[in-house]
């Protein structure tokens, strides 16, 4: 007599509560920790931006002997009211050749950013408003070095202080009042 050796296809029912308890309790550990880095992600973006942005306005300033301004921009085209502070949608880097801080028809965008992510905010405080000009050597306004842009998240908040000769400086913690 000849046995037949059966041959398994397939899985059984406890094979299939094992692989599901594994990818139930994977995705739960898993799902928060990638929510987090995202953020910080996006944390690191919208500075790296904004850094970017002033060091372009700056080198502008510089290079053509011109000011150069960037300003807080909620729809891509135009700058935000001089009372504006918020900085969160994104902003413009532009030619200023008239030199007046605004954007006008005779001045060239340079660089335009934008965001569309409500899980930060970007404020900039009085000195700053809605906007940052560079005059023809690179340095800012008298009255605006020393102003603050105040970063804040679900996680964490940063300060970013524009300096005396238009650099910003990132600080790990909230902006003193």
């Known amino acids: 007599m000849s046995t037949r050796q059966r041959h398994q296809r397939g ?11 594994i990818a139930t309790t994977s995705l739960t550990v898993g799902v928060p920790s990638f929510q987090g ?3 910080s992600q996006d944390r690191s973006s919208a500075i790296i ?9 700056r080198s502008e300033a510089a290079l053509r002997g011109t000011p150069a301004s960037i300003c807080a921009s909620s729809d891509g085209s135009t700058c935000g009211t001089s009372a ?4 969160s949608s994104g902003w413009l880097v ?4 008239d030199g007046d801080a605004a954007l006008d028809e005779t001045d060239l ?4 950013v934008q965001f569309s992510n409500p899980q930060f905010t970007l404020t900039a405080d009085s000195q700053l408003g809605s906007g940052i000009t560079f005059r023809q050597f690179g340095y800012p306004r008298a009255s605006q070095a020393g102003g603050n842009f105040a970063y804040a998240d679900a996680r964490a908040s940063r300060c970013v202080n524009l300096t005396y000769i238009g650099r910003l400086n990132v600080a790990d913690e909230a902006c003193a009042q």
């Not at 899985?11 to 308890?21: A, Q």
């Not at 504006?84 to 900085?87: K, Y």
């Open 11 to 21: 899985i059984n029912l406890i094979e299939l509560l094992v692989t599901i308890s």
């Open 49 to 57: 931006e904004l850094v970017s942005a002033v060091r372009l306005a």
């Open 94 to 97: 532009f030619r200023d050749e």
């Open 109 to 112: 965008v340079v660089k335009t």
């Open 37 to 39: 880095l995202r953020i």
């Open 84 to 87: 504006a502070t918020d900085w």
